[in-house]
């Protein structure tokens, strides 16, 4: 705990709250609030559990947006891997998406009824259980975002150098920065600042951010997930945005380089490609996915098991998409609490362990 410790103190949060509080208040006298978007869902989480919220001035307004991975993974994606499962292929998937829910149904039903739907906890065990079981198609659920694509698609190296013929990935990647161009291009989202995520920026750098800051004036923070992280990027976020100004800082420069993980995206890029991807609530965002290569196109499920992936269907009352795009909190859902909890999740927001709707509902402070 004592590597912990430094990052949780009281005292150093109380320091941290009142220098921002001259800014504040200077944003308070010109009647401005600053919308700040913490966009990673483990931030979100992080703000939840150490009631960070609770120490923000009133002209900070801090909403979550689209970085929980398993929140904006498509209805139809979830019907396709159902689909697999019913056909009797080895669907295996990291835990959070066992209780998503697809059109009608979610995968957790189906491995009920009999289908083999193993969890895993990494990708490399979807390779041993291919490895052990050469009767069966396995076919690994590969979403995420920068953070998780490259541990996922290096079994691809390892099924190609192990000769496995019999496992396949279902694509469904996200990139985060193109789903904030999009969020910053809608002109019903306001978003005045990011609090960059910690993982993905520890991949992508944090000098993917640097178009936000020079073309678009909004300030970018990359922050860790301790509080005292979150509430220093906040700090340097509201102070930047009471003088007028917008700099791309990095507060979590322990892990992140301003370049990045070269070793992961040199692999992502020779074996991924940028697609169009949908994103659950939200839609199709041109650019904002990476699907496999042709050379590798042996692996991708979709093509060997000629699956069509539509849209899906979604419960109409749920606003997922909404809490996704900071347009509304998790309480605003009219289904948030009563019908929608986490033991009866209408929406993925509320399943996953990095939901803001999970978030909320666990943390009772969390607005
Ligand atoms: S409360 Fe449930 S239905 Fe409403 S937005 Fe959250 S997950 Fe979706």
Redesign the pocket.
Known sequence: MKYIDGFRDRETALFLRNRMTGAAERLAADGRTARVMEVCGSHTMAIARYGVRDLLPPAVDLISGPGCPV?VTDTGYIDAAIELARRGVVVATFGDLMRVPGSRETLARVRAEGAHVPVCYSPAAALEIAKREPENEVVFLAIGFETTVAPVISIVDAARRDGVRNISLLTAFKLVPPALRALLDDPAIRVDAFLCPAHVSAIIGADAYRPFVEDDRVPCVVAGFEPLDILLGIAEIVEQFAAGEARLVNQYSRVVKPEGNRKALNLMKRLLEPVDAAWR?IGVIPGSGLGLRAEVAEFDAAKRFGLVIDAGKT?P???????LKGV?R??E?????G???PDN???????SSE????A??KYSRCA
Request: charged letters at 10%; a positive charge.
């Open positions: 929140c609530g419960n009352a749920c606003k997922c998409g909404d809490v509304i998790p309480r859902c009219p289904l948030f609490g019908v929608c909890h999740p209408i929406g993925p927001c509320m399943v939901g803001s709707c999970a909320a509902f």
